[in-house]
């Protein structure tokens, strides 16, 4: 009898991405990986070790396998996203005594470019001026795609269907990446690819208006994943001009959803992140009003969940309830098959996760409790930073009621989330548990959490 192929953990590493690639391609093509192996002439257990992250691919493998495979070179293009390193990418991190991730020795692999990017950071400001005109502009901006479709039908200078898919492979598997080891792990990848790849495929004309909707559509949701990594990072004005590029992405794709999406929860978001709920109340009003005709069940509920969001910080209890309600009453009628690919991570369990904060601003920790709880519930395994977020605000909230004790494990916890990430806002969360267990600072279970955070994360040690 055959064995059970062994799961593959595509969001554990780049190298893991890759055979789990191989895998979908080779099952598509309906071979075996000792039948692939003779076709390509390399070994099935070559193939079997690629597939399961145990060797790195070379060259012509990787080249044998895209002809096996017909996939156009959909392979040799995911090939660079490895990176050069062949020996310990793909494996677990070491781990402390404690069981936990070292997340100092993962950040000294990234110091050079976690040194550039801090730099960056301190010359670009977040701008919060500068949104209300870009929001007015997406608003008023005239219908139909900006566009241009020139040159032979064919052409290699052309953007196709193949080169579009091989980017959007690229770009799930670095969102799927980004959730679990956060923007220090892989923002320079991300970074590089937007630089090559992408910019290549941009200065290329499409080979159809819907090729060239999609290229843009495409770019934009990188353009997304960068400003939501500059966020991770606490490079708030860089990923503020890395959503506005997003933004006039979508207008020139005509992509109103996406567009109104970009403008309330990413830009929104971060205007409310930066202390500046007014500016992001605007933004998610202003997607409310462009977007209302053509807006899915999914896409109409998440602005009016950042309105909610706004009036929460700003201590409007009526107002937040009111926007609550429509986001529920607007999510209950969504199905995944009706929702664009970028919105169907919205659920019932994400909205409670945005209804968790609320109450938490609002200053009702039991209700606080009960929200994050059944968003903890639903996270996957694999969205670390999430369940580190997410568990430090529950831990803060125990905090809020008086449950010292319940609120220091839960707080340990939290830790040993954001361990594992690269995470400037996993670290500036557990700063901020500690700040609201300060009050508390003499008690024993406090004291010995303090120990904890200054021996699992000393980055967010106060």
């Not at 039991?366 to 968003?375: D, I, N």
Request: aromatic residues 6%; contains cysteine.
């Amino acid at each position: 009898m055959g064995q059970t192929p062994r799961a593959l953990q595509p969001s554990l590493s780049e190298r893991h991405f890759f055979g789990a690639e191989l895998r979908r391609l080779r099952e598509r093509a309906n071979l075996s990986q000792a039948r692939l192996g003779a076709v390509i002439r390399f070994s099935a257990d070559l193939v079997r070790r690629v597939e399961t992250a145990d060797r790195f691919p070379s060259r012509e493998f990787v080249e044998a396998c895209d002809k096996a495979l017909g996939t156009g070179g959909a392979l040799m293009r995911l090939l660079p996203l490895l990176g050069k390193k062949r020996t310990s990418e793909g494996k677990p991190m070491a781990v402390s005594p404690a069981g936990q991730g070292n997340l100092s020795s993962l950040l000294s692999n990234h110091s050079a470019e976690t040194s550039r990017l801090a730099e960056m950071v301190v010359r670009v400001p977040f701008q919060p001026g500068v949104l209300d005109r870009a929001a007015l502009d997406w608003l008023n901006a005239p219908a139909g795609p900006r566009l241009s479709v020139a040159g032979r039908s064919g052409s290699s200078d052309q953007v196709c269907e193949e080169d579009l898919y091989s980017a959007e492979t690229a770009l799930a598997m670095f969102r799927q990446l980004d959730h679990t080891h956060g923007a220090g792990r892989i923002h320079a990848q991300v970074q590089r690819y937007v630089e090559g790849e992408l910019n290549r495929l941009l200065a290329k004309s499409p080979a159809s208006e819907a090729i060239g909707r999609r290229l843009y559509t495409l770019a934009a949701g990188f353009f997304e994943l960068c400003g939501y990594q500059a966020v991770d990072a606490g490079a708030h004005g860089l990923a503020q001009r890395r959503y506005l590029r997003a933004l006039r992405l979508t207008q020139a794709a005509d992509d109103r959803l996406y567009g109104s999406y970009l403008l309330a929860v990413n830009i929104g978001h971060l205007a409310l992140h930066c202390g500046h709920p007014e500016p992001a109340l605007r933004m998610a009003l202003t997607a409310v009003r462009g977007s209302e005709t053509q807006a899915t069940p999914a896409v109409g509920a998440s602005p009016h969940a950042v309105v909610a969001r706004t009036h929460a910080r700003l201590g409007r209890e009526g107002d937040c309830l009111t926007h609550l309600d429509i986001a529920e009453r607007q999510l209950a009628r969504s199905g995944p098959e009706d929702e664009p690919p970028w919105i169907r991570y919205f659920n019932p369990a994400y909205l409670a996760d945005e209804i968790a904060h609320c109450f938490h601003d609002l200053g009702r920790p039991q209700q606080t409790q009960r929200h994050v709880a059944e968003a903890l519930t639903a996270l996957s395994p694999t969205h670390v930073r999430r369940l580190a977020i997410d568990t430090a605000l529950l831990a803060s909230s125990l905090a809020a009621a008086g449950r010292i004790d319940e609120a220091c494990a839960t707080a340990r916890a939290a830790v040993d989330h954001a361990a594992r990430t690269t995470s400037h806002r996993c670290l500036q969360r557990i700063v901020e548990v500690q700040a609201d267990l300060e009050p508390y600072r003499c008690e024993p279970e406090v004291r010995e959490f303090g120990e904890y955070v200054r021996h699992q994360l000393p980055l967010a040690a106060v």
